[in-house]
Nanobody, 122 residues
Framework: QLQASGGGLVQAGGSLRLSCTASGRPFSNYGMGWFRQCPGKEREFVAAISRSGAIIYYADSVKGRFTISIENAKNMVYLQMNSLKPEDTAVYYC?????????????????WGPGTQVTVSS
């Protein structure tokens, strides 16, 4: 199971830190990622990290503002979001991929958390 937390309402230019806890199965070999979805739109890639933390990818829209990190000892992955913009408003989902590497498409993910709402006001 994956459980994301840390969403909320923030003003443009502000910061939020999302956390994702993995439990109930051995996620130690899974690659982890964050995706987001707005109403009426497809789920889109935000950031991904390999299990070792050595490989990281970001969507162009968040590069330089968001940072993904992993803490294997706690089975947790984080998304630090800085300089937030109204267009970052979405439900953010944590995902895990058996492939173990950083993956950028929804179809490559095997497990999803229920999502956490992030709202950025202008």
């Amino acid at each position: 199971q994956l459980q994301a937390s840390g969403g909320g309402l923030v003003q443009a230019g502000g910061s939020l830190r999302l956390s994702c806890t993995a439990s109930g199965r051995p996620f130690s070999n899974y690659g982890m990622g964050w995706f987001r979805q707005c109403p009426g739109k497809e789920r889109e890639f935000v950031a991904a990290i390999s299990r070792s933390g050595a490989i990281i990818y970001y969507a162009d829209s968040v590069k330089g503002r968001f940072t993904i990190s992993i803490e294997n000892a706690k089975n947790m992955v984080y998304l630090q979001m800085n300089s937030l913009k109204p267009e970052d408003t979405a439900v953010y989902y944590c995902a895990a991929s058996r492939l173990g590497r950083a993956t950028r498409t929804p179809i490559e993910q095997d497990y999803w958390g229920p999502g956490t709402q992030v709202t950025v006001s202008s």
